[in-house]
């Protein structure tokens, strides 16, 4: 079955452009043209992914995507947040709140379109082989997609889910921003490692609710690293 996608955006001709492209991909596509009309699509619809304008009419993007975030049934759904905005701060501000990628109005189809594609496949638990690892406090699950520490589950982002998998999955190995960048999110992203560190800081906040121990090392000026446990 393919998959099913919700467009979000007031401007008309934007929204019609990436549904046309995105049917001849073969995904489903619905639409809603503000953020009231989205949130009510996105907890009445089974879906795969959001794209997710920023400058929404009644509820701004960013609150749409804080109320998926803070919803434990929804809060696994990817977000490529969609906007004219290119300021910095917008961008951090958008992958602090959980979205999963971040694409800059004016776009190419085909750059839309691979970043869906990416995060999608990154998404997906279809290619996971019931592998449970526990480091330390830290238990994952493959399998399940799930984390818990000291049996508290965590509530992560497919992004972070899959940046702790590479880095549990590897202790003591440091991984450059790049080289999870390609890993993960799949593409060239240009160089923006902010990316990186952005849900390097989210993972450390959430680990650090329920643990004291420093599990995520910084290895300056090359990358990150999963703390060899002894």
């Known amino acids: 079955m393919s998959s099913k996608i919700l467009v979000v955006d007031d401007e008309e001709n934007i929204v019609e452009l990436v549904k046309f492209n995105l049917e001849r991909e073969g995904y489903q596509v619905l639409t809603a043209y503000d953020g009231a009309e989205a949130l009510e699509k996105i907890k009445k619809k089974e879906l795969d992914l959001v794209i997710l304008d920023l400058m929404l009419p009644q509820v701004d993007g960013f609150e749409v995507c804080r109320q998926i975030r803070s919803d434990n049934k929804l809060n696994r759904l990817p977000i490529v947040m969609l906007s004219a905005k290119g300021e910095e701060v917008d961008k951090v501000l958008g992958l602090e709140l ?128 999963f703390k060899e446990l002894k």
């Open 98 to 225: 959980g979205a999963d990628d971040y694409v800059t109005k004016p776009f190419s189809p085909r750059e839309l379109l691979a970043r869906v594609k990416a995060v999608l496949r990154r998404s997906s638990t279809s290619d996971l082989d019931g592998k449970l690892i526990k480091k330390g406090e830290i238990k994952l699950d493959l399998e399940k997609y799930q984390v818990e520490i000291k049996g508290q589950e965590l509530n992560l982002t497919p992004k972070e889910f899959a940046v702790l998998s590479i880095l549990i999955g590897h202790p003591g190995q440091v991984f450059s921003r790049s080289h999870l960048l390609e890993e993960i999110w799949g593409y060239d992203y240009h160089g923006d490692t902010r990316t990186v560190d952005v849900h390097i800081r989210r993972l450390r906040k959430k680990i650090a609710q329920y643990s004291k121990e420093e599990y995520i090392l910084t290895v300056r000026g090359v990358g990150y690293k």
